[in-house]
C-alpha cells in the first residue's frame, strides 16, 4: 500500500510538472512570436489621442447597450493597455487585462503579474475585448455600479475599486486622472443627448409613462433600439435594481422586442 502511494504521488508530482512545462512552452512561444511580429513592424503605436479616436465609437456603443460610462471604459482601456501599445494588447487583443478565470473557453496568454505566469483572455480583435469588458462588468460583483448616474464617472471609478477589480489603492484617482486629462466624459454626453431625444419624442400626459407606443394599457413596455436598464429606470421612476426585480432580470441585458414590467 505504501509503495503504492509513493508511486501515485510520483506520478501527480511529474504530471504537474509536465503541465507546468508545457503552460512556459506556451507562453514562451507566444513571447517570441510578440518579438516577431514587433521586429516586422506589424503593430500599430497609438498615442493617447489616436487610441481615443480609434475606440471611442465603441465605448459608446457600449455604454448605450449596457451602461458602462464611455469615459470609464476608455480611461480603463487606456490605463490597462499601456495605450494600446502593451504586449497584452498587441497580441491577446486584451485592452482591459482581464484574466481568464474559470468560466472561460477561449485561448489563453501567459505572464506574470500577481502571480507567476498568470492567464489573460486572447481575444480575434480589440473589439471584442471591449464588449467582453462591459459583459464582465455584468456580473453580479459589480451589480451596484449600475445604479450610479452614467455621468458621475467619479463614484465609477471609486466603486471599480470598492468592488475588487483592481488591487492598485491609486486606481480610482488614475482613472478620474485620465478622464479629466483627455475630457472622456464629454462622449457621456452622448447618451445624455439619446435620453433626451426619446424623452421629446414621447408625447405625454403623464410624464411619458404611458402614451409611448411601446407602452401598454398592462404598464408593460416593448424594449426599442438604444433602451439600456438605466435609461429605462429614469425614464419609469425606478431604479435598476427595482426593473430587475419586477422582470426576474439576473443581468443587465436587455433585447429588442422584449416586454418588460415597468410598474410595481
Known amino acids: 500500500m505504501k509503495r503504492y502511494l509513493l508511486f501515485l504521488s510520483l506520478v501527480l508530482v511529474l504530471s504537474a510538472c509536465s503541465s507546468k512545462k508545457k503552460a512556459m512552452r506556451k507562453a514562451n512561444q507566444k513571447v517570441e512570436k510578440v518579438a516577431e511580429r514587433k521586429a516586422n513592424g506589424e503593430f500599430v503605436t497609438f498615442t493617447a489621442e489616436s487610441y481615443i479616436n480609434r475606440f471611442k465609437g465603441i465605448a459608446i456603443e457600449e455604454m448605450n447597450k449596457y451602461g458602462v460610462p464611455a469615459s470609464i471604459t476608455l480611461a480603463q482601456a487606456l490605463l490597462e493597455s499601456g495605450t494600446g501599445n502593451s504586449d497584452l494588447a498587441r497580441y491577446a ?7 481568464c478565470t474559470n468560466g472561460w473557453q477561449g485561448k489563453g496568454y501567459y505572464k506574470d503579474d500577481d502571480q507567476k505566469n498568470e492567464c489573460f483572455r486572447v481575444y480575434k480583435n480589440p473589439d471584442e475585448s471591449f464588449r467582453d469588458h462591459s459583459k464582465f462588468l455584468l456580473r453580479s460583483r459589480y ?3 449600475f445604479n450610479l448616474d452614467k455621468d458621475d464617472y467619479k463614484s ?3 466603486g471599480l475599486k470598492a468592488d475588487g477589480y483592481a488591487t492598485n489603492p491609486r486606481y480610482p484617482e488614475l482613472l478620474i486622472s485620465i478622464i479629466e486629462k483627455y475630457n472622456l466624459d464629454q462622449f457621456d454626453e452622448k447618451d445624455k443627448r439619446s435620453s433626451r ?14 402614451s409611448s407606443p411601446a407602452v401598454n394599457a398592462k404598464n408593460k413596455y416593448i424594449v426599442q433600439q438604444g433602451d439600456t436598464l438605466y435609461n429605462l429606470s429614469k425614464r419609469f421612476g425606478l431604479t435598476v435594481e427595482e426593473l430587475k426585480s419586477l422582470n426576474g432580470l439576473t443581468d443587465h441585458v436587455i433585447k429588442i422586442g422584449q416586454e418588460l414590467i415597468i410598474k410595481k
Open 93 to 99: 487583443n486584451n485592452h482591459f487585462g482581464i484574466k
Open 143 to 145: 451589480a451596484d455600479l
Open 156 to 158: 465609477w471609478a471609486k
Open 197 to 210: 431625444r426619446m424623452k421629446e419624442n414621447d408625447v405625454s400626459n403623464d410624464n411619458t409613462k404611458l
